[in-house]
């Protein structure tokens, strides 16, 4: 009887340390999201933005929100206040990337025209995947294919080579994230690159 109190009391605790256990985690996930961290050299803006410098003259942060809340997987965050382009919504695809969502959402509802509207997701181009073969683990004798089998694009764009290492092949690549956001390596082995801007013109 002394035996099975004793071993009721043992599941219980430790019942009680995996609950423990799992809050805390949940509070570290939330804390870590909360402070998503912004690269200076490096904006992934949200589907169907202009270039980057028309992007910045059209987008009217202090207005709207629009994009940021419209996206279903709260993939868009503004640009913290330190930054010069402060409150500008951007993807960070190592915390949370683009879901590339059926109906493009974000993308029709910018009444300032610094989104284009875009009919479907295979038409998203919002940067391209690059790897770093000396972080990546299928380079440095750990076997990995995260990425390989989360890219969700038909054809994938990234394939695996004949010893089993991936590749980006950039055609089909529309820069959703999901490959950086998953990378087991920190810092990432494979990360979203934008588009470059074109010199400004005359029309801004
Ligand atoms: S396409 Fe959909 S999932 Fe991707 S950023 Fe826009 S609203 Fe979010
Ligand atoms: S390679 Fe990465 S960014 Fe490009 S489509 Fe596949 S998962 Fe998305
Ligand atoms: S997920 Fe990251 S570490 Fe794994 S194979 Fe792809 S790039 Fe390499």
């Known amino acids: 009887m002394t035996e099975e109190i004793g071993r009721r009391g043992f599941f219980r605790e430790g019942f009680r340390a995996f609950v423990r256990a799992l809050a805390e985690t949940a509070e570290a996930t939330k804390e870590f999201k909360g402070k998503r961290s912004i690269d200076r050299n490096r904006r992934i803006r949200p589907p169907g933005a202009l270039p980057e410098v028309h992007f910045l003259a059209t987008c009217e942060p202090l207005a709207c ?71 990546c683990f299928a380079f440095n004798g750990t076997f990995c294919v995260t990425c390989y089998n989360i890219c969700p694009v038909t054809p994938k764009a990234i394939r695996l080579n004949e010893r089993g290492r991936p590749e980006v092949n950039e055609d089909p690549c529309t820069g959703c994230g999901i490959c950086e956001e998953r990378c087991p390596t920190e810092p990432r082995a494979i990360r979203i690159m934008p588009p470059q801007s074109p010199p400004p013109t005359n029309e801004l």
Request: glycine share 2%; hydrophobic share 40%.
């Open 65 to 135: 929100t629009a994009c940021i809340d419209a996206c279903p997987c709260d993939a868009i965050v503004p640009v913290p206040d330190s930054f010069p382009d402060a409150k500008t919504p951007v993807i960070v695809p190592s915390s949370r990337a683009c879901a590339s969502c059926l109906d493009v959402a974000c993308t029709h509802v910018c009444e300032f025209g610094a989104l284009i509207p875009i009919e479907s997701p295979d038409q998203i181009a919002m940067g391209v995947a690059i790897l770093e073969e000396e972080t």
